[in-house]
């Protein structure tokens, strides 16, 4: 009888005795298997990003919030994203990729749940919070395993079709959050997410393979975790606060003063601390920060965009939840087209090319946008929402490609905090800076508007302190009035309204002119530094 060469050999004094490696499950660890079930996690935030600014007037209505407590619902989940974004990568790196995904996941479920339970502005806004912070654990941990997951000639088309399942569910969050508003009530657009949340973990429990980063063990940098969200902090409650009040107001100053101390305190402590929470070395590199900053600029002029959009299109043009959603059918599915495009041109020509072109489309889009008018036929409307889901495709796919492919492999999951954490920040200074540009050029002409449109000079000097609701595209017509006089303040409000509009828009698209310089010095990811090395 045949015996195997090795067949009773013992193994030499002082080895020990190798374990036989466990068996995977069937799927374990199989890179498209993976991207799926990473992308069933990110499409619930996707779907959350549209859903929630289709049902923002039910909300307004139904909870009676004015505009800042509107945007409270919007920023109160960029701010804890924003907090927690760069501390969350860390975590995955340090104690799993793979664990940190799930719990995101679990935990953006669960929050989505008790949102749609609330009875209340306060009660929404807290779990908004809640939200967010899930949010940060899903996000950058779902980018740190792809890059753990595809070999690096494969990771630009894994990130092309990652930003294209965005899209999808970007696209159909419009219709889907529409149908539910009109026809159940704006809680249900939450309760959507519970059943995705329990697909997606248990495609993750089944498929996804553990991964950590080389240098993940080793002293957590708590010092840093607490001065950069301390910062972060200060910097986007600033910008909310600048949002409600003005620049100029004194908490924004306080806020923006402290965020300045607190984030030079960061930079030191990361300069010598033996583990840093973001190490200052990434930063050598000229494409990685000028990415960071393009994100910063770019989503600064697309997030400030589709708020303002929906409110124009359901109360200027009096449209419901479900027809603005349809209207917004070229710019969300477009991104879906152009995610996968984006990857293939960044595959070919490197981030810069796609980085350009989208910031030239965003530019373009966001100029002619502010030339519309009160009656804007949907014809001079849809051009314009097409550049912008192009853009959108093109910049999220090439930058997060530039931030995450110049990155060292072991710091995948910072550089994935990095990336989200400049997309959430630009957000919150978009709908901050653009909502107080819209509201101060409202109260300046409100008065006038409403005057040219044949209100009373008494009557326009009162509804002048209405200009919170016509910021929001709401025309304050008083109980009982009706028929010229009804129509003389709507007239009015809506062209107040549209001052505000092209005034806001019209600075975004100058922000965009700024951020394709930036695009211009970006170039492609270089190969995976050794760990340590640099750092």
């Known amino acids: 009888m045949s015996q195997s060469p090795n067949a009773g050999v013992l193994p030499p004094p002082g080895r020990p005795v190798a374990k036989a490696p466990a068996r995977a499950r069937p799927g374990q660890g199989h890179p498209w298997l993976t991207l799926v079930a990473v992308a069933l996690g990110v499409m619930m935030v996707g779907l959350d990003a549209t859903v929630v600014s289709i049902a923002n007037p039910a909300i307004a209505r139904d909870l009676h919030a004015d ?8 920023n109160a989940y960029l701010l804890a994203l924003a907090v927690t974004l760069i501390p969350a990568g860390k975590i995955a790196d340090r104690f ?8 995101g996941v679990a935990g953006f479920a669960v929050a989505s749940v008790m949102i749609g339970l609330s009875g209340g502005l306060g009660a929404v806004v807290f779990w908004r919070v809640v939200q967010g912070f899930a949010g940060a654990l899903l996000q950058p941990a779902g980018l740190a395993i792809l890059r753990a997951t595809f070999p690096a000639e494969r990771l630009n088309a894994a990130i092309g079709i990652w930003g294209a399942t965005v899209g999808v569910s970007i696209a159909g969050g419009p219709i889907v959050g529409g149908l539910l508003v009109e026809n159940v009530n704006w809680e249900s657009v939450f309760f959507l997410n519970a ?3 329990v697909v ?10 553990e991964s950590r980063g080389e240098q993940a063990r080793g002293s957590f940098d708590l010092p840093g975790v607490a001065l950069l969200s301390a910062a972060l902090f200060a910097l986007v409650w600033g910008l909310i606060k600048a949002g409600e009040d003005s620049f100029t107001a004194a908490v924004p100053l306080v806020s923006f003063a402290a965020a300045a101390v607190l984030g030079a305190a960061f930079v030191a402590n990361e300069a010598r601390a033996a583990h840093p929470l973001l190490p200052l070395g990434l930063f050598r590199s000229v494409s990685l920060s000028a990415a960071t900053g ?42 879906i087209v152009a995610s996968p495009v984006a990857g293939a041109l960044t595959q070919r020509f490197g981030p810069r090319v796609p980085l350009v072109l989208g910031m030239v489309a965003t530019a373009a889009a966001l100029f002619g946008l502010a030339r519309i008018g009160v009656d804007a036929p949907y014809s001079h409307m849809w051009p314009w929402f097409v550049l912008i889901g192009l853009a959108f495709g093109l910049v999220l796919v090439a ?3 530039a931030i995450v492919g110049n990155a060292p492999a072991h710091l995948a999951g910072v550089a994935g905090g990095l990336q989200q954490t400049a997309a959430q920040v630009g957000g919150v200074l978009g709908t901050s800076v653009l909502g107080t540009l819209l509201a101060g050029r409202v109260g300046d002409v409100l008065p006038q508007r409403l005057a040219e449109a044949g209100v009373p000079e008494a009557a326009a000097g009162q509804l002048a302190g209405q200009a919170g609701l016509v910021s929001q595209g709401v025309a304050p017509v008083p109980p009982g009035t009706t028929g010229r006089a009804a129509e003389a303040i709507t007239s ?10 092209q005034t806001s828009l019209t600075v975004a698209g100058a922000v965009a002119v700024i951020a394709i310089a930036a695009a211009l010095l970006v170039r492609r990811g270089q190969s995976p ?3 340590g090395a640099g750092l």
Do not use: C, K, N
């Open 67 to 74: 505009l800042a407590g509107l945007q409270w619902v919007t």
């Open 96 to 103: 799993g990729r793979r664990r940190t995904f799930l719990a």
């Open 195 to 197: 059943p995705l949340g």
């Open 200 to 209: 997606a973990l248990l495609a993750g429990l089944w498929v996804i393979r």
């Open 294 to 335: 393009l994100i910063v600029l770019g989503f600064f002029g697309m997030f400030g965009t589709i708020f303002f959009i929906t409110l124009y299109l359901q109360q200027v043009h009096g449209m419901s939840p479900v027809d603005a959603g349809v209207r917004m059918l070229p710019m969300t599915a477009v991104f």
């Open 399 to 401: 930058g997060t490609e």
């Open 492 to 501: 009015g409000s809506h062209l107040a309204f549209m001052d505000g509009f």
């Open 529 to 531: 530094v050794e760990p």
